[in-house]
C-alpha cells in the first residue's frame, strides 16, 4: 500500500522520448487525413480523385469536410 | 527508464482502429439513412427534367455513376476505419510528447482529456462555423472557399488549444493561485472561440429550397455523434490500453540465461 503510493508519487518520470521519425510519422498521418478528405486533383489525376472523391464519399460527409 | 514510444504508438493505431470501426458503425447505423434522404431529393431534381443544372444545384453523376451505391458504402466505412487509424497515429504521437503536461490522473484521464481537447479544437470548432452537409446541399462552385474555411477554422482550434496552456503557464511561473488561473484559462478560451466564430466568415452558401430543415438537422447531428463516437472510443480504448502498460520490475531483471 506504502510502497504502491510512494512508487506513484515519485514515478520517475511520465515523459516519453519522442523519436525524430514520429514527427515524419504524424506528418505522413496528417497527409494521408488530407488524401482521404481534401485530394480533388491537386496530386492526382482527375479521373483518379474523381473515383477517389466517389469512394470516401459517405465518410467525408459524415465527418463534415466541405464535399462539392 | 520512461515508456518506450513504439509502446504508445502500437496503442495509438490499436485505438485507432477500434475508433474507426465505432466510426464506420455509427455511419452505418445513424448517417447512412439520412444520406439516403438526402440521394432521394437528388433523385428528385434530376426527374423534374434536369433543372438542376440551371439552378446551379448539386445532382450527383449523371447518367452513370462511377461507384455505385453499395461501393460508396463500403468505401465509406473503409475511409472511416483509415481516418481512425491516422488520427490514433497522430494522438499517440501526440500523448508522448505531452504526456508530463497533460491533466487528469493517470494515462486513461490523460487520454479522455486530449481527446476532448481534439475534439473540440479539430472536430466541434470547424462543425459551428463550417456545419456538415449532407449530399444535395452544397454548391460545387464554392467548396475551395469552404474547404480553405474550415482548414482556418481547424488550425485555429489547435491554435487555442496550444495557446491556453502557455498562458496557464506563464501564470503559474508569475505565481497565481489555481483557482485564478484556472478562470483566466477558462475566460481565455471561451474569448479566443467566440472570436474565431465572430471573425472568420461562413459558409457563402445557401441551401436549397428543396432540402427540408429537418434533413439538414438531422444531418448534422448525425456527423457529430459520428465524430465524437470516434474521439470518445479513441479516447476510451487508449486510455485503457495505457492503464495496462506493465512497469519494468528491476527485480527480474538481473536473471540471466
Partial sequence: ???????????????????????ALLAFAVFALYFVSQENGALLSAPAAQMLHELTHDARHALGVPCH | MGLSFGSVLRRGVLAGVSAGLAAAVVIWLVVEPVIRR????????????GQSASAGLPAHGGEEPLVSRSAQVVGG?????????????IFAVVFARMRERLAGRGD?????????????????????????NPPAVGDPETVGRRTMLYAVVLLLGVAIALLVPVLDRRLAAR????????????????????????????????????????????????SLAQLATMWLTLGLVFGLLMERVVPPKRALEPVAA
Fill in chain 2, 38 to 49: 438526402a440521394l432521394a431529393v437528388e433523385d428528385l431534381r434530376s426527374v423534374h427534367g
Fill in chain 2, 108 to 132: 486513461f484521464g490523460r487520454s479522455m482529456v486530449l481527446a476532448t481537447i481534439g475534439f473540440s479544437a479539430v472536430s466541434l470548432l470547424p462543425a459551428l462555423k463550417i456545419p456538415s
Fill in chain 2, 77 to 89: 466505412a473503409v475511409t472511416a476505419v483509415l481516418v481512425g487509424v491516422a488520427v490514433g497515429v
Fill in chain 1, 1 to 23: 500500500m506504502t510502497t504502491a503510493a510512494s512508487a506513484s508519487a515519485v514515478s520517475p518520470s511520465t515523459s516519453v522520448r519522442v523519436p525524430v521519425w514520429a514527427w
Fill in chain 2, 175 to 222: 505565481g497565481t493561485v489555481p483557482s485564478t488561473r484556472w478562470a483566466v484559462d477558462v475566460v481565455a478560451t471561451v474569448a479566443l472561440v467566440v472570436l474565431v466564430l465572430v471573425l472568420v466568415p461562413g459558409s457563402p452558401d445557401t441551401v436549397p429550397a428543396d432540402v427540408p430543415a429537418a434533413l439538414l438537422w438531422d444531418f448534422r447531428l448525425a
